[in-house]
């Protein structure tokens, strides 16, 4: 028996549209699935494993991850490099050796299909737009920002998700996943956790995908840890699957421009994390605020139905924007505003936002509300651990 930090054991070989896979980190066991109920797409990839296991295993002490199955030349070699990430990003994980498995030297690409990861928001319709031509399959997941519990706002984005690809000619893949459970767990979902966890889902997709996009949240500007990441996701690649990150030459003010010269992104734009009463936005959360400056920027946001509250000063000055993501966001508003626009009423509230002073005792509640949150969200995960969905 190998002392391992983290063994894996699933027994799916054959395609298949459920996989079940138990992940025994030191004496945690965690049940996770994936699961497509309309065809038999999903493999039992021992790589989909590795990239779920990598992150707590790591923040677990390092050591042995325990498998058995197939892993290929090139999947290995990117896991190498990308623990050297991790390693530099979070100075505290240690890093692993995945024993067990066997080498896989012949892949065959018979496959020509190709994904792109897809919420119905800027990021996604923005890259799916600029490869429309070879894209040949929309990847919706559910479970990752959007909780299993809600079923309302899932299946108000699969059939707003199947009207888009109808209209482009492609086809749909909607995959359900307790993955967020094991991840959350152990690392921050933002920061780290979803990179490994889109990756582990294309994987269970190849050999049917051969290349999978996977859309950028930032520039090359603003670049700093995330869990999906222009110089993370390539590296997750094997020898019979291509990932790209893609859109990183983009603001998200250009990527509107592009989506908004069409009508069905402009019915469909779902971008909100709070999505009160399973709406697809709520017009008032930070991220609704800026993509309806993103579009109004453009002359669109009056074209876009997802949206039906007015854009209100009083709400863009109430937004708190201390982390680097949400200042990049507003600092791209703000520079086209001072590019091109006169709306000096929306500038100054964009400079006085990035100006606002950080109140000391502002600062401590925040954090202790973010640690509450963040507990809140990992118990709510934690809740279902011992399920396995059927
Ligand atoms: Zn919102």
């Known amino acids: ?52 296991a990598l992150l707590p295993s790591m923040k677990m002490g390092g050591g042995k991850i325990s498998t058995n199955g197939k892993i290929t030349t090139k999947f290995i070699s990117g896991l190498s490099t990308i623990q050297d990430i991790y390693c530099v990003w979070e100075p505290s994980f240690k890093n692993i050796e995945v024993v067990g498995s066997t080498y896989q030297t012949t892949v065959s690409f018979t496959q020509k299909r190709v994904g792109a990861f897809f919420t119905g928001g800027v990021d996604s319709f923005y890259t799916f737009l600029k ?26 984005t699969s059939e707003m998700i199947r009207k888009v690809a109808n209209e482009f000619g492609k086809n749909v893949i909607e995959i359900e996943t307790n993955i967020r459970e094991l991840l959350n767990f152990y690392v921050d979902w933002g920061k780290l956790g979803h990179g490994p966890a889109l990756a582990a889902i294309g994987h269970l997709l190849s ?28 590296l997750w690649s094997s020898d019979s699957l291509e990932f790209i990150h893609d859109g990183c030459e983009a603001t ?51 074209r876009c139905t997802t949206f039906t509250e007015a854009l209100d000063i009083k709400q863009i000055v109430k937004i708190v924007a201390h982390d680097v993501g949400t200042r990049a966001f507003i600092q791209e508003n703000l520079d086209e505003l001072e590019k091109n626009q006169t709306d000096n009423e929306l500038k100054k509230a964009l400079i006085y936002v990035l100006n606002k002073p950080e109140m000391p005792y502002l600062k401590r509640f925040r954090r202790r509300i973010r640690g509450a949150v963040k507990e809140w969200i990992a118990s709510l995960f934690q809740k279902n651990l011992q399920k396995v969905c059927l």
């Open 1 to 52: 028996m190998i002392d391992s930090v983290c063994s894996i054991s699933c027994n799916t070989i054959q395609p298949t549209s459920l996989v079940t896979v138990d992940f025994q980190i030191k004496d945690k066991t965690f049940n996770i699935y994936f699961k497509n109920d309309e065809s038999n797409l999903l493999s039992g990839n021992t790589e989909a494993f590795i990239a779920c």
């Open 131 to 156: 490869h429309q031509e070879e894209i040949t399959d929309l990847i919706f997941v559910h479970g990752l920002d959007i909780q299993l519990e809600d079923t309302v706002l899932r299946n108000k």
């Open 207 to 234: 050999p049917t995908l051969h290349r999978i996009y996977i859309p950028s949240s930032f520039t090359y500007k603003n670049l700093f840890p995330w869990g999906s990441h222009p110089i993370l996701d390539p």
């Open 252 to 302: 998200r003010v250009k990527k509107v421009a592009l989506i908004a010269k069409y009508d069905i992104a402009m019915n469909s734009l779902r971008v909100c994390w709070s999505n009160p009463e399973s709406s697809f936005n709520c017009g008032r959360c930070e991220k609704c605020i800026r993509t309806m400056i993103n579009l109004k920027i453009n002359n669109a946001l009056s």
